[in-house]
């Protein structure tokens, strides 16, 4: 089958990805003390089995306290490396470049799992064995009423936060991830710096955008030493905070030159969530609604971008590249809609152009292809209502 540019390789540093589909960073909210389990090894290695180039974890906290829930996977101690480790090894052993994504949840951190509320841990909550635990922010702003009040991290503090990270970072590279991603977005720990609403500070760390970068830049240059140099580094940011007096493009393309001069590969951009619990709640949403932020970054920036949000359609990922708005496309729940959406997208593909024929199935585990091969020339003398990516 003639590819796509959605399914033209890639390589970033020495990293090579068979397409230009992310499975995008997606918490499952079920890890017991960080620990990755079956639940993360089916659910992520079905994407593998899929077809996506690049299948990143749900965000990783560096520390306990970083978690946003209970349920969160962690990479504070050695112990949840081997869990991690095998399931790099699964994505790897099935054609996807293994990512990890780490974080820190800073204010929003020690909340319900999204099922329960997607707010602050209520008695009921406790009951079930989640108790609060002290959260950390750039400053004393506790996120909306009811929520927990977050401690002003003191300097020292800054400083054994930067160490978290790295040692998150090198357990990260003894699990045998190909990607790591910074997570500066959505209102957690690192966004919280760099925006004016939820910093506050008047020290070397706060005040004016130079300031409020200072922090999210330490983190990046020691995620940056610590992680090997063949290996790319992406960071995902939310490129407008969508609220009066938040972040806009003028503060995100400061923030993205300074990142690339640090050694970022790709900005991966979404948006929001600094101010709600929803990822990108108050902006308007439609297909591809953040795409527009990859495009700008990518232009202005001069660096490689990951556009996310709402993008579902094949056609609708294919333009975007083929227009040169991102160099990679982050799926995310479309993929647990349908985990073989990178498969299916690339017959969709082929289909437009009336490829479908022998080899049609190369792309597909062989488990699967080998027979679904075989099927197709009955399939095509069987009369009835005309299948999904199949000419009559
Ligand atoms: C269940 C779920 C968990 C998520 N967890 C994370 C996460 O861990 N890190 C992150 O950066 N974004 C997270 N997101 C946001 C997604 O990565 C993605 O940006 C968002 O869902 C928009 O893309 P979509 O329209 O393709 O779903 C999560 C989204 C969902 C639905």
Redesign the pocket.
């Known amino acids: 089958m003639s590819r796509s540019r959605l399914f033209t390789p890639i390589t970033l540093r020495n990293v090579t990805a068979r397409n230009r589909i992310v499975i ?5 909210y079920s890890a017991d003390d960080g620990v990755a389990n079956d639940w993360h090894l089916v659910h992520l290695g079905k994407f593998a089995q899929g077809g996506a180039g690049i299948v990143m974890t ?2 990783v906290a560096v520390s306990a306290a970083g978690r946003i829930t209970h349920g969160d996977l962690g990479l504070w101690n050695d112990g949840q490396i081997a869990p991690l480790k095998r399931i790099a090894a699964f994505l790897r052993a099935n054609g996807a470049v293994p990512a990890i ?1 780490l ?1 820190h949840a800073g204010r929003k951190a020690s909340m319900q799992r ?1 099922w329960f509320g997607n707010a602050a841990l209520t008695a009921q909550d406790i009951a079930r064995g989640d108790k609060p635990w002290a959260i950390v922010a750039p400053s004393a702003i506790a996120m909306d009423d009811g929520w927990l009040m977050p401690h002003e991290l003191t300097v020292p503090e800054l400083q054994g936060l930067r160490e978290d990270w790295r040692r998150a970072t090198l357990r990260a590279v003894e699990a045998g991830f190909d990607v790591l991603e910074v ?1 500066c ?2 209102g957690y720990l690192l966004h919280e710096f760099l925006s004016p609403l939820s910093n506050k500070r008047s020290d070397a760390y706060g005040g004016d955008r130079a300031g409020r970068m200072t922090f999210p830049l330490e983190i990046i240059t020691t995620v940056r030493a610590a992680w090997p140099s063949e290996r790319p580094l992406f960071v ?1 940011i939310s490129a407008v905070d969508g609220v009066e007096g938040g972040l806009d493009m003028a503060d995100t393309l400061a923030f993205v030159g300074e990142a690339k001069a640090r050694g970022v590969d790709v900005i991966d951009c ?1 948006s929001g969530g600094l101010m709600g619990s929803a ?2 709640a108050r902006i308007p949403r439609g297909y591809g609604f953040q795409v527009p932020f990859a495009e700008q970054v990518r232009r202005d920036a001069e660096i490689a971008t990951m556009a ?5 359609h094949p056609q609708q990922a294919e333009a975007l590249v083929v227009e040169g708005k991102a160099d990679l496309v ?7 809609f349908d985990p073989n959406w990178p498969l299916h997208a690339e017959l969709a593909l082929a289909d437009t152009k009336g490829e479908i024929g022998d080899g049609t199935f190369d792309s597909w585990p062989q488990q699967y292809g080998w027979w679904l091969e075989r099927r197709e020339p009955g399939l095509r003398k069987l009369d009835g209502p005309a299948l999904p990516y199949r000419k009559a």
Do not use: D, N
């Open positions: 995008s960073p997606m918490c499952q749900e965000a994504q974080a999204p997570h977005a959505h995902r979404s990822t990108a996310v949000g709402l993008i579902l982050a799926i995310g729940r479309e993929a647990l």
